[in-house]
């Protein structure tokens, strides 16, 4: 109970401060954030689920490419479902832990095993979010000379460390004793595990990280067009908003999201990362706002009703263990 009340504290600190920033009235705000979800479409978000709930069908198949050993796609999008949902729940991003447990206790990988493929995956989604940041900077024309080359820096540094960590990972192998100390034996066991992904693999996964970071920066857009047929301000503003534009604005948020902040759900830092791309791209204080609490009430429901259908699948595949048992 302790630990919610200071999540809902955060997220409230978290949300004035951002609507003190931004020069915005808790009233203006308001009515910019109804005028929004107005615009909403059923046809729209009903494309923006599908493009999301594809996103995933791409998660599965990256943990099928990092565990070898047929294991079915359904129980592997059921286990992304629900990481994805504790991680957007839990504070300070403890979710993340919930993805090697599931993989032992329904699949019977090792935790170790479990682990390095959440690292190869971690680093596979921050490579493939600045090249697509790269991608809207270099074709929108925003930014200019100034922003492309730290962030061509920061592509350059992000391969180099994937292309690292095969032989990084066989190096520490090697020198981590497995026989002192559970937590040694499990980093060195961890480390084994990613130094044996071959490389034709690991740029399978990259394909797949490509392909699923696109959908979900898709989704991403189709909101932002469906909400800008909203009157007034809010809709001028967001009718501005091309997809390569959205692709350097919703990175912002993206790369928000990995900060371990102790939220109610993501609310604060979420809409904190979308005005602060929005508005870099030339989007209203109003709009952007407005658009982001609707971005995120929008995801957040389709996050909960993909990891509701995984909870729902796990129920199923564990009803015959409890009738024979």
Not at 161 to 189: C, E
Request: proline letters at 4%; charged letters at 15%; one cysteine or more.
């Amino acid at each position: 109970m302790k630990r919610f009340g200071l999540a809902l504290l955060a997220s409230v600190v978290v949300i004035g401060l951002l609507l003190g920033v931004s020069d915005l009235s808790s009233q203006s705000a308001t009515e910019g954030v109804l005028e929004a979800f107005a615009a909403l479409s059923p046809g729209l978000l009903a494309l923006t689920f599908a493009a999301y709930a594809a996103s995933y069908i791409g998660r599965a198949a990256r943990l099928s490419l990092l565990l070898p050993g047929h294991l079915p796609l359904l129980r592997l999008f059921s286990i992304s479902a629900r990481h994805n949902l504790f991680n957007l729940v839990l504070p300070l991003r403890s979710g993340e832990a919930s993805l090697p447990l599931m993989l032992r206790n329904e699949c019977g990988r090792p935790l170790a095993e479990g682990a390095a493929a959440l690292v190869v995956a971690r680093v596979l989604d921050l490579t493939s979010v600045c090249l697509f940041l790269l991608l809207g900077l270099a074709l929108s024309g925003l930014g200019g000379d100034q922003l492309r080359p730290p962030v061509l820096g920061l592509l350059v540094l992000l391969i180099c460390g994937a292309a690292a960590m095969r032989p990084m990972a066989r190096w520490l192998a090697q020198r981590l004793p497995d026989n002192k100390g559970k937590l040694t034996r499990f980093a060195s066991q961890t480390a084994t595990h990613l130094g044996e992904q071959p490389t034709s693999r690991l740029l399978a996964c990259l394909a797949v990280s490509l392909i699923t970071w696109l959908l979900t920066y898709c989704a991403c857009w189709l909101l932002v067009k469906d909400m800008a047929s909203a009157a007034g301000a809010t809709g001028t503003d967001l009718s501005q908003v091309t997809f390569l534009t959205s692709l350097v604005a919703s990175t912002c948020l993206h790369l928000v999201g990995i900060l371990p902040i102790n939220t109610m759900a993501g609310v604060g830092p979420w809409e904190a990362g979308w005005v602060a791309g929005y508005a870099f791209i030339g989007v209203g204080n109003e709009a952007a706002f407005a658009s982001a609490v609707v971005s995120h009430g929008a995801i957040f429901a389709m996050v909960s009703l993909l990891g509701g259908v995984g909870l729902a699948m796990r129920r199923r595949e564990s009803e015959p263990d409890r009738i024979d048992g």
